[in-house]
């Protein structure tokens, strides 16, 4: 399996941390995450990252895993969409430091869309607090149905299980500016077609985006509080899945306020936003999106974090449910 061999890569580049020089990982860094809304996550919306670059001639790796539920079936004019599933997604992340403030990078995700099994416990939950169920109650568990109409005319309908790489990114950054309080960077991506677009693993189009990253320690010393701040601009190629209703252009952002509750733990929230990817009467891929995380980083070793979070969708229905996230980030090495 694809994801196994992802696993004992990272295992891999774990050992070699060990054996050459490295450096603590941090536990201020954004979470590794966006909005996996089955028809957002196939196109390049970056993960949020922040202005402190890996130093030039070293190394870091990170490896993530998501687990996100959807479910919504809503129908406006001629539209029609069911998004019904559970989306697995593992990326494995390197960087590299160049000279003079430069730092290359690689994202390479598997991607898994299966039936899941997180429904019956979610719609527990909902019971529990009283929460607004959307229906759910009234369609089986655990199955998986991707389906958007439009009129007459079924653009979409998967109800295939399957696994295999997504589109892989390649992204660059250069340090604008770098101080003891604040540090400034510029980041830009190139999003290839290497997914399956009849899986929703891509979009079978190359998207590229440019943007701007803050990271603030001011209040650092006095309250251990790390702030970072991100906006850009995403360029959709001409994708394959619903082509006709596709943006060619996405604003996004991200904010995350880290609070270092002692050397080894660090907690988190975190805000992502975009805007829409399709021109669709749907909220769910008509409106602009925003999801609230909420997590911790845990130090593991000097030159292991993990991190994880679990994301609500504050902008309801513009993305998952609930996603659960766990990353393992490595420290710089040579």
């Known amino acids: 399996m694809q994801i196994d061999k992802v696993v004992k890569t990272l295992a891999m580049a774990s050992t070699i ?6 450096y603590g990982a941090s536990l201020d860094q954004p979470f590794l995450s966006a909005n996996r809304n089955p028809l957002v996550q196939i196109h390049g919306l970056p993960d949020a990252q922040s202005a402190k670059l890996t130093r030039s001639g070293y190394w870091q790796g990170a490896l993530s895993a998501e687990n996100s539920n959807t479910f919504v079936v809503e129908s406006r ?33 598997v991607i898994s869309h299966q039936g899941g099994a997180l429904d019956g416990f979610i719609e527990d939950w909902h019971d529990a607090f009283g929460l607004p169920d959307g229906d759910r109650v009234n369609y089986p568990q655990d199955q998986l149905r991707y389906a ?13 299980n399957g696994q295999g790489l997504g589109d892989v990114t390649l992204a660059a950054a250069y340090q604008i500016a770098k101080n003891a309080q604040r540090s400034w960077a510029l980041r830009a991506g190139y999003k290839f077609s290497t997914g ?33 701040l991100s906006g850009g601009l995403l360029n959709l190629g001409d994708g394959e899945v619903l082509a006709q209703q596709q943006e060619d252009q996405v604003w996004f952002g991200s904010t995350t306020l880290s609070w270092a509750y002692s ?13 829409a990817f399709y021109n669709s009467a ?52 040579r």
Request: glycine share 8%; net charge negative.
């Open 17 to 22: 941390a060990v054996s050459g020089t490295s």
């Open 77 to 109: 004019g001629d539209e029609a969409i069911t998004l019904d599933g559970e989306t697995y997604r593992s990326t494995l992340n390197w960087k590299y430091g160049l000279a003079q403030g430069w730092e290359l990078g690689l994202s390479l995700p």
């Open 148 to 160: 958007y109409q439009n009129g007459e005319q079924v653009l979409l309908d998967m109800q295939d």
């Open 196 to 228: 399956s677009v009849d899986r929703l693993r891509g979009s079978d189009a190359a998207d590229s985006y440019i943007s701007l990253h803050l990271t603030d320690r001011t209040l650092k010393d006095d309250y251990g509080i790390n702030f970072h």
């Open 263 to 275: 050397e080894s733990l660090s907690f988190k929230t975190q805000l992502d936003f975009h805007s």
């Open 282 to 333: 749907l909220k769910q891929i008509g409106d602009d999106s925003v999801q609230l995380l909420l997590g911790a980083s845990i130090k593991v070793t000097e030159k292991l974090v993990l991190d994880f979070s679990i994301s609500e969708d504050i902008a309801v229905e513009t993305a998952p449910d609930v996603v659960f996230m766990f990353a393992l980030r490595m420290g710089e090495w």
